[in-house]
């Protein structure tokens, strides 16, 4: 749904869950003019801090007053992200903008010390991220041995269902959806956009820390019926390069944004070894739907085998999702990933 803008897990206190609300604008004391949010899931508040400067300026200088300055606006954030771009290249959503030149995750257990960071000691925090100028080459392909498959859904007789989320990582979003998945004991799928985790490789550190599966989303988002073969392979093998250095992880699956292919698009996606997943549970929550509204939604469409399609930058997402996990689980279903969803005996695909 969307393009770049959109944690390890965060050790918070397990105080009795608060009313998750919406997203929340917070004014903060900074010469950067920043545009500050924050979020809960219910649990903890994640602040993210978007900031627009001229010229060059000194970016962990102006992340380490900025982080301070949403601290002091906010003392009771489990977590601050900050993204700042040059004002002159910063253009929203658009797949094609350049990317930011700093972002950084900050969980108040580690404020102190980013606060002590020097350009020279930067490459000790790892959840810091400068830009180097350069996005990464296309890798050479190597044919793979076995073609992919169609995924639509598990088999009818199984109990359990898959878990997907796209557009991830998202900096304000993805900590508070990692938080709660951990809180509920589920490892889901997550379709990660190439760019994205570029500019936040630290949250697609976090997804593995946290058992979770990482899928392919392209790399700029753009709908690959829009695109020629050639950079549909590109968008392809960029994406899985990132994600495999940043995780280690050999990735074979893939969500194609929106998910419309034709043919040559399937047969090529295929001809590259990845595996497409499609869904059978899509609520739309892109749409904004009422929580209620959206749990109806849900559930209306669950049914044995399916794989379930959500977004990580939804907030009614995250109110939502424990009361269908506790639906799901009442009726004997497991939740997981969508290689635990295909495990299970005869899972209707097409080769």
């Known amino acids: 749904?969307?393009?770049?803008?959109?944690?390890?897990?965060?050790?918070?206190?397990?105080?009795?869950?608060?009313?998750?609300?919406?997203?929340?604008?917070?004014?903060?004391?900074?010469?950067?003019?920043?545009?500050?949010?924050?979020?809960?899931?219910?649990?903890i508040e994640v602040a993210h801090a978007l900031a627009k400067l001229p010229g060059h300026p000194n970016w962990l200088g102006e992340a380490q007053r900025l982080v301070s300055s949403v601290y002091a606006?906010?003392?009771?954030?489990?977590?601050?992200?900050?993204?700042?771009?040059?004002?002159?290249?910063?253009?929203?959503?658009?797949?094609?903008?350049?990317?930011?030149?700093?972002?950084?995750?900050?969980p108040k257990s580690r404020l102190e010390a980013f606060e002590k960071l020097t350009p020279a000691t930067l490459s000790s925090f790892n959840r810091a991220w400068l830009n180097p100028g350069t996005e990464p080459p296309l890798p050479p392909f190597t044919p793979p041995k076995t073609r992919g498959h169609l995924l639509y859904q598990g088999e009818l007789s199984s109990k359990t269902i898959a878990l997907t989320f796209d557009d991830l990582p998202h900096p304000l979003y993805t900590p508070l959806l990692l938080d709660l998945l951990h809180r509920e004991g589920v490892r889901a799928t997550l379709f990660v956009i190439g760019r994205n985790a570029l500019a936040y490789p630290y949250f697609v550190r976090d997804m593995v820390l946290e058992g979770h599966e990482l899928g392919n989303h392209s790399y700029t988002h753009q709908r690959f019926l829009t695109l020629?073969?050639?950079?549909?392979?590109?968008?392809?093998?960029?994406?899985?390069?990132?994600?495999?250095?940043?995780?280690?992880?050999?990735?074979?699956?893939?969500?194609?944004?929106?998910?419309?292919?034709?043919?040559?698009?399937?047969?090529?996606?295929?001809?590259?070894?990845?595996d497409v997943v499609f869904w059978t549970d899509d609520p739309g929550d892109y749409l904004r739907f009422k929580p209620e509204t959206l749990e109806a939604r849900l559930e209306t469409r669950f049914k044995p085998g399916a794989i379930v399609l959500l977004h990580d930058n939804v907030p009614e997402t995250l109110e939502t999702l424990p009361q269908f996990l506790r639906y799901v689980r009442a009726r004997g279903f497991s939740v997981g990933s969508v290689s635990a969803l295909f495990a299970s005996p005869a899972p209707v695909h097409k080769p």
Not at 4 to 33: D, G, I, K, N, Q
Request: proline share 10%; no cysteine; charged share 15%.
């Open 1 to 43: 749904m969307f393009g770049l803008w959109s944690p390890l897990f965060l050790a918070a206190a397990l105080a009795a869950p608060a009313s998750p609300s919406w997203v929340h604008p917070l004014e903060v004391a900074s010469p950067a003019h920043p545009e500050v949010v924050y979020a809960s899931n219910g649990y």
């Open 73 to 106: 606006a906010r003392p009771g954030l489990a977590e601050v992200d900050v993204t700042l771009y040059k004002a002159s290249e910063y253009a929203g959503s658009d797949p094609a903008a350049p990317l930011p030149q700093f972002t950084a995750s900050v």
């Open 228 to 274: 020629n073969l050639a950079t549909i392979q590109g968008e392809v093998l960029r994406t899985n390069a990132v994600l495999q250095r940043l995780s280690g992880q050999s990735i074979h699956l893939i969500r194609p944004p929106g998910g419309r292919l034709n043919s040559s698009i399937s047969r090529e996606l295929r001809d590259l070894g990845m």
